[in-house]
């Protein structure tokens, strides 16, 4: 029998957390660096001397012999550089070291990092920050090598934000602010921040790694760029919350094992829809430490992958025609003392808070649904959102029938009959009980209510989940902003929360869809809506370069609008870049591989035509099968000419929304019309011969 894992004393053991915190600083240390956490107060350079010594020696004691500030760039992965603890003593031996100032502030040599011109127009550098925020932890790789990361902002000398951290803990503030001030307005005065939370649930693919070491494509890709259908699919509906084969069981333990010991709390694993596909989900935390937790777990996946002689496929849409992978990002706000601020109550007070919240919230995602959008923009969402296995590319709510009845009734002033109750009111009167199941809540949506938070399901699975994160709070801040200041102007404070809940109800109400949203129906009742269908990345990205952002984000502090420019440029240039990785990497197979074996093969089939003829033998199907091969080949040949022509041409256009553009409706045509022949050709030629693992093999065996 297999040793049992001992988890409460694992989980948390590689991270400097509140409990080693206490433990191992003096009171007054400890002190001031909780209230520095919890209250954003400056850290003095004295104190933080004490913490980082005490870290160092934990750290130390635990095996680690480098520190390095971990960071997130804006290439939705995470950086790290590793110092050495030793400093030189006048002996010619070491000491080890970590003083305050190293604990606080980095100085990487930042300069291949994208900046979208940001940083060369101050300064060369970056510069990274503690954030005491989320807690330091300990990585150990399979050799044993331990290093401290400490958890850090990335910014430039003059500290726009050059990192996916620092807007994230902005807009905290700015959405904690406001929700605060319409909290006061209530009469509530004993919460005093509140907290953006978030539960992402990760979807990833697992394949034999010797499979993705024959495919260049996987490799530099990260799908697969051809591949006929196996023949077998997701049809049969059997993979998802399928039994766990040994092989995955064995890996799923050691990433649970990895993750508790680092405090990432993974608490759900099962097999998702598609053959080979699974997912891992959290218990919740704040959207920062989320966050970072969420990179960690990516990151961790394919560490621990590789050690089962596994690849972990974090891409959006690895495999054509089965589902693609997400990442559902469960969002809620709580207050410090506890209360989820969409959870429905049980008092009239607590409903009247609750309807308002949930108002500030159809408000901001009507307003502001391409900003929601934007924020799941990458090059593989766009193979995704809108494949009729995830959600559309518009955005909507759903709210379930229950509340949407509420809502509706409140739009026209009509009374709400609950379970033998007569909801007139709002703050006066109970809501009739949601019903708290979960089990009927509509999986198509893309934004839905799920009885005490909303859940996100556009994003991308190889995304960081700061984005989104980020535009939540930020349109959210906005929203409650607004009530907060209608709620602080009236003299009538029920009467006021009724009309905005009322108002919100008739204003907003074409945001909220129950129904099917994978359905043809639903793309035209949502035009007929006004509701934008933003179908690709290269368009969503667009709201980000408007005068709304700049104001949006401006006001609140969330970046200013050179930050939104880099980042829209940022993004923008990234999908470039993908695309035209793709595009060689299919010519590059198309050419090397496919191209010869498929020759090789045609130069068999007439050679046998040949011989059959010199003994007078029937040689037709031979012959019919070399016709369609040959026709098939010179077809392929003319878009491979094709596709190296429109990625030159994209390449060598300047301004970069038309190259995006030129990318999205050109190269990927192409790149697309060139694999139809060759998935052709694979059902045509030998198996034997093929040069690359089928999708049979890649999803089915493992
Ligand atoms: P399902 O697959 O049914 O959507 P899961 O249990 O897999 O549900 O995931 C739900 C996620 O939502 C979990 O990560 C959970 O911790 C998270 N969650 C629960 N409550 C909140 C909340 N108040 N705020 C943010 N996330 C939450
Ligand atoms: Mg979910």
């Given at each position: ?23 191992r ?29 005490a ?19 804006l ?75 400490i ?73 697969t ?50 053959p ?23 990151e ?64 901001a ?32 709510v ?5 509340l ?9 002033g ?62 959210m ?19 006021e929360a ?51 952002a ?79 091969v ?18 030159q ?38 198996a ?15």
């Amino acid at each position: 029998m297999a040793d049992a894992i001992d988890i409460t004393n694992l989980f948390g053991s590689n991270v400097f957390n509140d409990r080693t915190m206490r433990e191992r600083l003096p009171k007054d240390a400890y002190k001031a660096l909780k209230k520095t956490i919890e209250q954003g107060l400056p850290l003095s350079i004295e104190v933080a001397d004490v913490v980082a010594n005490a870290m160092k020696d934990w750290a130390i004691e635990k095996g680690a012999t480098h520190y390095t500030h971990w960071f997130q760039p804006l290439t939705s992965r995470t950086a790290e550089k590793h110092d050495s603890f030793i400093s030189p003593t006048q002996d010619g031996g070491v000491i080890m070291e970590f003083s305050g100032r190293q604990l606080i502030q980095g100085e990487p040599d930042a300069s291949s990092f994208p900046s979208g011109g940001l940083r060369s127009t101050f300064e060369a550098r970056g510069y990274t920050a503690w954030d005491c925020t989320s807690p330091a932890f300990l990585k150990e790789d399979a050799s044993g090598n331990v290093t401290l990361c400490i958890p850090t902002a990335f910014c430039s000398y003059t500290s726009e934000a050059l990192d996916k951290k620092t807007p994230l803990l902005r807009s905290m503030e700015a959405v904690s602010k406001q929700a605060i001030r319409v909290l006061r307005a209530l009469g509530n005065k004993t919460s005093f921040r509140v907290m953006a939370t978030v539960g992402p649930e990760q979807e990833y693919f697992l394949i034999d790694k010797k499979y993705y070491d024959q495919r260049i494509d996987l490799i530099v890709a990260g799908r697969t760029l051809f591949g006929a259908p196996a023949p077998k699919g997701q049809e049969l509906e059997d993979q998802y919350f399928g039994a766990i084969k040994d092989r995955i069981s064995a890996f799923m333990k050691d990433l649970d094992t990895e993750l508790w010991k680092m405090g990432v709390s993974s608490k759900t694993k099962h097999n998702e829809v598609a053959p080979a596909q699974y997912e891992m989900a959290p218990i919740f935390s704040t959207a920062n430490i989320a966050a970072d937790h969420n990179q960690l777990a990516m990151e961790t996946m394919q560490k621990i992958a590789l050690r089962h002689d596994l690849v972990c496929l974090l891409h959006e849409k690895p495999f054509a025609g089965v589902n693609g992978s997400g990442k559902h990002n469960n969002w809620s706000l709580s207050t410090d003392d506890g209360l989820n601020l969409l959870e429905p109550g049980k008092t009239p007070h607590e409903n009247e808070q609750f309807l308002l919240f949930i108002s500030a919230l159809l408000m901001a995602v009507d307003r502001h649904a391409d900003m929601l959008r934007a924020s799941a923009a990458n090059p593989g969402n766009d193979l995704r959102l809108g494949a009729n296995e995830a959600p559309p590319a518009i955005i909507s709510v759903f709210m379930g029938d229950e509340l949407t009845r509420i809502l509706m009734a409140l739009s026209k002033g009509q009374k709400v009959k609950g379970r033998g109750q007569d909801f007139v009111n709002v703050g006066v009167d109970s809501l009739p009980p949601l019903p708290k199941d979960n089990t009927d809540r509509n999986r198509t949506s893309p934004f839905a209510f799920t009885g005490n938070k909303f859940e996100f399901r556009m994003v991308g699975s190889s995304a960081s989940i700061s984005g989104p994160s980020v535009n939540l709070n930020t349109i959210m801040a906005e929203a409650l902003d607004e009530v907060a200041t209608r709620l602080e102007k009236s003299k009538d404070i029920h009467k006021e929360a009724a009309a905005i809940i009322k108002e919100v109800a008739n204003k907003h109400q074409r945001i909220i869809f129950n129904g099917n949203n994978y359905s043809e129906e639903w793309v035209a009742e949502a035009k007929k809506r006004g509701l934008p269908n933003i179908r690709s990345g290269v368009d969503a990205l667009k709201c980000m370069n408007t005068p709304e952002a700049v104001k949006l984000f401006g006001k609140y502090h969330v970046f200013s609008k050179e930050e939104l420019h880099s980042r829209y440029e940022i993004y923008l240039e990234q999908y470039v870049k993908h695309i035209n990785i793709e595009a060689q990497a299919s010519i590059y197979m198309a050419k090397r591989l496919y191209f010869p074996t498929v020759i090789c093969f045609t130069e068999k089939l007439a050679g046998a035509v040949e011989r059959l003829k010199s003994v007078s033998a029937p040689a037709g199907v031979q012959k019919e099968l070399l016709g369609k091969v040959s026709l098939l080949l010179e077809s392929a040949s003319k878009k491979l000419s094709t596709l190296e022509e429109v990625t030159q041409k994209a390449q060598g256009i300047a301004d970069l929304t038309v190259r995006g553009e030129a990318c999205r409706d050109k190269v990927v045509p192409a790149m697309n019309s060139l694999r139809a022949d060759i998935d052709a050709l694979e059902t045509l030629t030998p198996a034997e011969m093929w040069p690359v693992p089928t999708y049979a093999e890649m999803l089915f065996k493992l």
